[in-house]
């Protein structure tokens, strides 16, 4: 797999791994380059060369998390995304028909299906600590509907 750096404003936005340029499963304004392996958020980008920000090494350890819990109702986990992320994973899924390249094609999909299944009146919870609803939270980070920081913040679930 390839490594692909969104850039936006000389600064790496994000990064996806993908054997090919990821610019035609995106926002098609986004602008992806292949970066070199290691290379981070917030790195810094020329036109040519990654710069990865320095560490930053904290001066007293940081405060312990709070609980949180990971076992949601399906209405808890669809709150947690904003009405403009729950707007972008419904007209991102609705594209799958229009689109032509398969993969592409197959992602939409998922992805719709992944959010329809919290409609499931049979569904009790939404279990954050299941690889499969991770996986579908990561499988937003790549269609660009979340960044990887918002897909942190709703993979920690609520405060218990």
Do not use: C
């Amino acid at each position: 797999m390839k490594l692909w750096a969104r850039i936006e404003n000389d600064r790496v936005a994000e990064t996806f791994e993908h054997p090919t340029d990821p610019t035609p499963l995106f926002v098609p304004d986004w602008t992806w380059i292949e970066a070199p392996e290691g290379t981070r958020q917030g790195a810094t980008y020329d036109g040519s060369t990654f710069a990865n920000p320095e560490p930053v090494t904290p001066d007293e350890p940081p405060a312990p998390e709070p609980a949180r819990r990971l076992n949601l109702t399906p209405a808890e986990f669809r709150n947690s995304f904003s009405a403009f992320e729950e707007v972008a994973i419904v007209d991102f899924a609705a594209g799958a028909e229009a689109e032509t390249d398969a993969q592409a094609k197959t992602i939409r999909r998922v992805v719709g299906v992944f959010f329809d299944r919290l409609k499931d009146p049979h569904l009790q919870t939404v279990d954050l600590a299941d690889p499969r609803n991770l996986a579908g939270l990561d499988l937003l980070v790549g269609a660009g509907i979340l960044t990887a920081e918002r897909r942190e913040t709703i993979a920690k679930g609520l405060p218990a």
